[in-house]
């Protein structure tokens, strides 16, 4: 025989049918306030592209894509999560969702890629190895997604649900490690180059910018992937969705601080040098000048 079940909470007064659970009923207006934001953060960083166009780099551009690809998918997300409160079926939303999924988690360990190489900053060009970070990256961000859809549309009740969850763990773990390497090679390379730059050196030693965006990018994929998870497996089930919250937020803090640090100047954005310090470089090179001699 056939059986059809249908699980369902009824709303208070109206006894309407909601068909996402206690903890996530409410889901779909976050993910379309957040959306919201990111659209408005969209419109803004084209004003700043425009105003400032002549010191406008491709990875501003780049980073671009990567806003409106978060809210393109967190509008699906909304989307698909309100139908299936409503009628308990997500109507194709679901499938726009993980397409854009695909693409915002491409685009942005692309991007944090190429911030630290210094692409586009510093180089029109990237290394070997750096070519071979995303090389590694963007396939098992492949695998990421196909075992997303798979957690997502099966279940635990799936026969191999647990082997596709350990898969997008262990993916997501190998990718959040990968973008690290390029940072830490730059800051490697410009360390090497300020034993023997001279003067030059000084200015390679205040890239600071470096630092702080790997410790960045360190305690956003630790906040993300740890401390969320944490939180979805205290909390009650009837709040499920501080667990979402947080992790957009997070989200919204990275987004942010990588868009100050890094928008459209007149001066390189890698460079924070202090003239007096820059000045008493200059004194203790002529006094090893003058000990040379």
Known sequence: M??????????R?????DYLSAGRTILPRVYFLFSLVYFVLSGIWIYVLYKKRLTVFRIHL????????????????????SYIKRTGSAHGWDVLFYIFSFFRGITLFTLIVLIGTGWSFLKPYLQDKEKK?????????VVANIAQVVIDETGPYGQDWITWKQIFLLVDVVCCCAVLF?????IKNLRE???????????LMKLTLFRQYYIVVICYIYFTRV???ALETITSYKYLWTSVVASELATLAFYLYTGLKFKPEAHNPYFVIDDEEEEAAA????LEDEFEL
């Open 2 to 11: 056939d059986v059809h079940s249908a699980m369902y909470n009824l709303e």
């Open 13 to 17: 007064g109206g006894g309407t049918r």
């Open 62 to 81: 780049f980073m671009l894509a990567v806003v409106i690809m978060k809210a393109l998918n967190l509008l699906c997300e909304a989307e698909d999560k």
């Open 133 to 141: 970070v995303l090389m590694i990256v963007i396939p098992l961000q």
């Open 182 to 186: 390029p940072i830490v090679w730059s």
């Open 193 to 203: 180059a300020a034993r023997t730059d001279g003067k030059a050196a000084v200015n």
């Open 227 to 229: 401390v969320v998870y």
């Open 283 to 286: 004194e203790q090179l002529k």
